[in-house]
């Protein structure tokens, strides 16, 4: 457990740094037309109590469970999370059921880099549902390292049929992950 975690937080420090030095670049993509899920399946509430389990799982002092969320127009925000800069976003469909998760945090101190990793590796355990924990906690890993490498400070990966993972690190220092669902019969990057 605490090698794992020593890794992400190796990561994310060298994101950090990374990132400080990272020129914006705008890339153009290509598009395809793919039939994919149209949500992760869950609705926000269950999302937040399945990460509820992994942080009292994780029994990491300093990270508390996650209040309700507040949603408006489909969309909800926490922020500065256990105290942390760090903020939490999501969106819904209009059926109510999860659509996006992201997670924002300049990672100014240990504090928010350790809270921010530990959100981040946990919500690859829970997003999607239908794939092992495993399987998901490597490809966000893979996802971090590829944006670490990239002169753009971007990656992303389709990890299971329409569903996203990104991250990216800003030239302000700004470090931000995502997990998100193509909207069915939508466009997918390449």
């Known amino acids: 457990m605490m090698k794992n975690c020593g890794r992400w937080l190796a990561l994310a420090g060298t994101m950090l740094i990374q990132g400080c030095q990272m020129p914006l670049i705008h890339q153009k993509t290509n598009v395809l037309m793919t039939q994919s899920y149209q949500s992760f399946a869950m609705t926000p509430e269950q999302f937040r109590l399945a990460m509820n389990q992994k942080i009292e799982s994780e029994k990491m002092s ?17 922020a500065n999370i256990s ?21 924002r ?70 470090f931000e992950v995502s997990y998100r669902v193509l909207p069915s019969s939508c466009c997918k990057r390449i």
């Not at 990270?63 to 926490?78: G, K, T, Y």
């Not at 942390?84 to 659509?99: C, F, H, I, R």
């Not at 569903?163 to 690190?169: G, H, K, L, R, T």
């Open 83 to 103: 105290n942390a800069q760090v903020t939490l976003e999501g969106k819904s469909n209009v059926d109510g059921q999860l659509t996006l998760v992201r997670y």
């Open 62 to 78: 300093g990270l508390i469970s996650l209040a309700p969320f507040l949603i408006n127009n489909q969309f909800f925000s926490v």
């Open 105 to 174: 945090s300049y990672l100014v101190d240990e504090k928010s880099l350790v809270i921010a990793m530990t959100l981040i590796k946990n919500t690859a355990k829970v997003l999607p549902p239908s794939v092992s924990e495993q399987d998901k906690e490597d490809w966000m890993e893979q996802v971090m390292e590829d944006a670490v490498a990239s002169p753009e400070g971007f990656a992303e990966k389709e990890v299971h049929q329409g569903i996203i993972y990104s991250a990216s690190i800003s030239s302000t220092g700004l």
